[in-house]
């Protein structure tokens, strides 16, 4: 079966524009989580959602926002964007909630210049 | 808060040599814990998963992880490297009972050296 699909592979924006990522999870898969991969601090949690509903979210400014949708598709938004936010977006999905182990995709390479 | 150490940033090894990636995580609940794999230009994989039950867990590509509780260890093993092995491996937990998210180790690059 089809992996997790991440769209675009690759992305450059300028500082100040918002940029749109999104995440098709396994196929009956219905939990979707974010994480930010930078090489100084790793991999942070951004927010997971469950059934189009936000069930936790990371230490991040109100700029990074997500939503799911009902088929479980994911989309992750980032706001007014500064060259801080230049990173690897990883996009994880689960069958259920309860973390008993994710299935990532490639990631989404974003740089802000 | 949950957190989880990875001791070495970098370990190279000698190809056919056996090599253990350290993972401590600091914890007073019940936990679960996994081990993911990064190749470059990649996503994570995983690689195993402790749950519950038996501390010593079997992964995919011979890799083998030891819970040890009495420690907060869990530790990555594999007997003999190969080449495809170099990737970046990641140490994560999470807490059992209830919803908890997964926090990651800042990893640990094993180059195989030939």
């Known amino acids: 079966k089809a992996g997790v699909t991440q769209t675009p592979r690759y992305l450059i924006k300028t500082r100040g524009q918002q940029v749109t990522l999104s995440c098709s999870p396994i196929?009956?898969?219905?939990?979707v989580s974010w994480y930010q991969q930078t090489p100084g601090q790793g991999l942070q949690f951004l927010f997971e959602?469950?059934?189009?509903?936000?069930?936790n979210k990371g230490n991040f400014p109100g700029r990074f926002s997500g939503r799911q949708f009902s088929n479980s598709r994911s989309e992750m938004n980032v706001s007014t964007l500064e060259l801080g936010d230049s990173a690897l977006y990883l996009c994880?999905?689960?069958?259920?909630?309860?973390?008993?182990?994710?299935?990532f995709g490639s990631g989404t390479r974003l740089t802000v210049v | 808060a949950q957190s989880v150490t990875q001791l070495d940033s970098q370990v190279p090894v000698f190809e056919e040599a056996p090599v253990e990636l350290r993972c401590n995580y600091s914890?007073?609940?019940?936990?679960?814990l996994f081990w993911y794999v990064q190749y470059p230009n990649q996503g994570l994989q995983l690689l195993l998963k402790?749950?519950?039950?038996?501390?010593l867990v079997k992964g995919i590509n011979g890799f083998e992880a030891e819970f040890n509780k009495s420690q907060t260890s869990f530790h990555l093993r594999k007997p003999s490297v190969h080449i495809s092995d170099t990737a970046e491996y990641f140490c994560a937990v999470s807490y059992s009972g209830g919803y908890q998210k997964v926090t990651f180790g800042i990893g640990t690059k094993l180059q195989v050296i030939p």
């Open positions: 402790y749950l519950s039950g038996s501390t």
């Open positions: 914890s007073s609940v019940s936990v679960y």
């Open positions: 959602y469950f059934s189009e509903t936000q069930r």
């Open positions: 994880a999905s689960s069958l259920e909630l309860g973390n008993y182990g994710y299935t």
């Open positions: 196929s009956g898969h219905r939990s």
